[in-house]
């Protein structure tokens, strides 16, 4: 069970012409392929010393949740603004056209804690890095961060230069 | 850590006046409240046999996910219109004012398979009757329903008469 590839769905033409989608409730739904795909997540990512996995909504959060639960970790939502009730920050950042925000809360882990950054899919990094970022300026120490699916051609990797980043499966085509 | 019940967090007047929203991002955040939340949900699912959990965006996700893992099942989630990009069948429930929709892929699990529906927050149950609903149109079986937290004063067991439902944190206030 290590060619995880496998189970993933190209979907072209999802969202819009042009793009090949990467649906993974194919993976999901396996229950031997799902558990796989965090137990190799994890296995990059125990010994980290990290208090908390910050995930970004919504698909993040499967990966994020199923990964804190195996190494007794906290997991920290991100989500679209509006939906979390406490103080917050907001985070903005650049989209192809305009621009999109996210908003974590203030107490999502205290000054000097380090942190893991979960998500299913890391394409051109512009979302992962605007989260460095906010958790940089909060006093938090990025101590790992990992992918399931990792799109080469997008090279979103060099946006997270000089971080510790792990993927699993690796796609040549998107 | 039984009392579970502490680490969630009232705030009142959101999203709306008069209503008292609860915060579990105090308790997802601490790595061991996490844990034996989902410890305790899979201690009242485990043994029925299901081949999937099914969970709706964005907060189900959460527990669906980390319990799917647990038990070693696949997880499906179930999705705002417009964001899975397989065939799929449309729910439409009612809310207090409108009405809302949820998607589902047509392959989330083989007709006569065992499912189990999990999610955070147990209110009115209008969603989790939809889900139901749904579920048995595909010819699939409702092996348990299981929430973090339930309302009791919203009496939303009733609507899931006749299922097996369990939930770890009865709240008396909402």
Chains 1, 2 share one sequence.
Do not use: N
Not at 4 to 25: A, N, Q, S, V, W
Not at 41 to 53: F, H, I, N, P, T
Not at 100 to 118: N, P, S
């Amino acid at each position: 069970m290590k060619d995880l590839k496998k189970y993933i769905r190209d979907i072209p033409g999802f969202p819009k012409p042009g793009i090949i989608f990467k649906d993974i409730t194919t993976l999901l739904k396996e229950g031997k392929a799902f558990k796989e795909s965090i137990d190799m997540l994890a296995s990059e990512l125990e010994g980290k010393k990290a208090q908390v996995v910050l995930s970004v909504e919504s698909r993040g959060f499967i990966f994020g949740a199923a990964l804190a639960y195996k190494l007794g970790l906290g997991i920290v939502p991100i989500r679209k603004p509006g939906k979390l009730p406490h103080e917050k920050h907001t985070i903005t950042y650049d989209l192809e056209y305009g621009k999109d925000a996210l908003e974590m809360h203030k107490d999502a882990f205290k000054k000097g804690d380090k942190v893991l950054i979960v998500d299913d899919l890391l394409a051109t990094g512009g979302t992962t890095r605007a989260v460095i970022d906010l958790v940089e300026k909060m006093g938090g120490e990025i101590a790992g961060i990992a992918f399931l699916i990792e799109l080469l051609p997008l090279k979103g990797r060099e946006k997270l230069k000089g971080y510790p980043v792990y993927s699993i499966i690796k796609d040549e085509y998107c």
